[in-house]
């Protein structure tokens, strides 16, 4: 705010920091003394207007709990006082805030159940208010970030992004695409995988020569189902 006020007006912020200014007059024995309102001329309401804009400026976007706190200051610097002191109140609240979202941050790691998506959508959360409170990451460090707490089962793709690009070459979209792009070939190739190993089961049984009736065959299918089921979960 304080840059804000010297640039619009300068004149202003020295009223802000050194008082407001106060029309004077001269008496009789020699004293100087304030006049009053009726005693105004020209040259004074300019200054009381100058008085009145630099409040201005102090109110200018105050939410109501720093509209509370100032409510009671008489003088323009007053008020510039009490901001200071609530500004370094919330810079403290601040700093704390920081503190939890860089640890969640550090800690952050992709579920094995999630989605790519998902998993961009809790993390940009985090970074987004890490930005709002002026912590911010560069593109190169979030894709890093990243590519590291992937899950171990995407190692591979992890590897061959780290020697196919350079990590200060490739955006935050590029990046969750490849992801994307990747996360659906897998799923597609997995499902294959589970259809033909239960193929391949089902046949070792019929050449087993087991004879299985329809309510049998049809209960190790189910079983078969939730086995390759949960092993896709887990891979």
Known sequence: MENYIQADN????????????IAMKATEDGKTVPKKPKEFNLNDFKMMEKNAKSKKLLYFDLGPDEYTRISECE????????????????????????????????????????????MYSRFTHITNELKSLRKSFTTEELVRKILQFLPQSWEAKVTAIQVVKKMNEISLDELIGNLQTYELKRSSQLKEEAKRDRGLTLKA??????????????????NLKKFFKKARENS
């Open 205 to 222: 049984l019929e050449d087993d020569g087991l004879n299985l009736d329809d309510e049998e065959m049809a209960m190790i299918t189910r």
């Open 75 to 118: 003088s323009v610097k007053a008020i510039w006082t009490a901001l200071q002191v609530a500004h370094k109140g919330t810079n403290w609240v601040n700093q704390s805030r920081i503190e939890l979202l860089m640890r969640k941050y550090e800690l952050f790691e992709m579920s094995d159940k999630e989605t790519v998506m998902e």
């Open 10 to 21: 300068y004149e202003l912020w020295m009223i802000i920091e050194n008082n407001p200014l």
